[in-house]
């Protein structure tokens, strides 16, 4: 059985740091690539950032290119989200998602709550 699961989440000032992660279990880690997605409430689910399945490309929306960084850890079959300098929109339910290079089935996790306030 699949599993993926998020932690890190929380309340942050803004300008504050979190580091999300998603342990994964039950797959081939290392042929996912690996996505990183977040909803705000009243807002349709947001592609934020991308790993392939070497670790070395990665790609990010343009609100937080420079702030979130992607990394993955194939021996701990987990991917990280390193979020700096965090604003009130970064507020949202954060999701990690692993898609097969090749047979590109898919699997979520359930998410992880990130609140960015004063």
């Known amino acids: 059985q699949v599993q993926l699961v998020e932690s890190g989440g929380g309340l942050v000032q803004p300008g504050g740091s979190l580091r999300l992660s998603c342990a994964a279990s039950?797959?081939?880690?290392?042929?996912?690539?690996l996505r990183w997605y977040r909803q705000a409430p009243g807002k349709e689910r947001e592609l934020v950032a991308t790993?392939?399945?070497?670790?070395?490309?990665?790609n990010y929306v343009d609100s937080v290119k420079g702030r979130f960084t992607i990394s993955r850890d194939n021996a701990k079959n987990t991917v990280y989200l390193q979020m700096n300098s965090l604003k009130p929109e970064d507020t949202a339910v954060y999701y990690c998602?692993?898609?097969?290079?090749?047979?590109?089935?898919?699997?979520w996790g359930q998410g992880t709550q990130v609140t960015v306030s004063s």
């Open positions: 790993i392939d399945t070497t670790g070395i490309s990665t």
């Open positions: 039950g797959l081939t880690f290392r042929s996912y690539a």
């Open positions: 998602n692993a898609e097969h290079y090749l047979v590109r089935n898919e699997y």
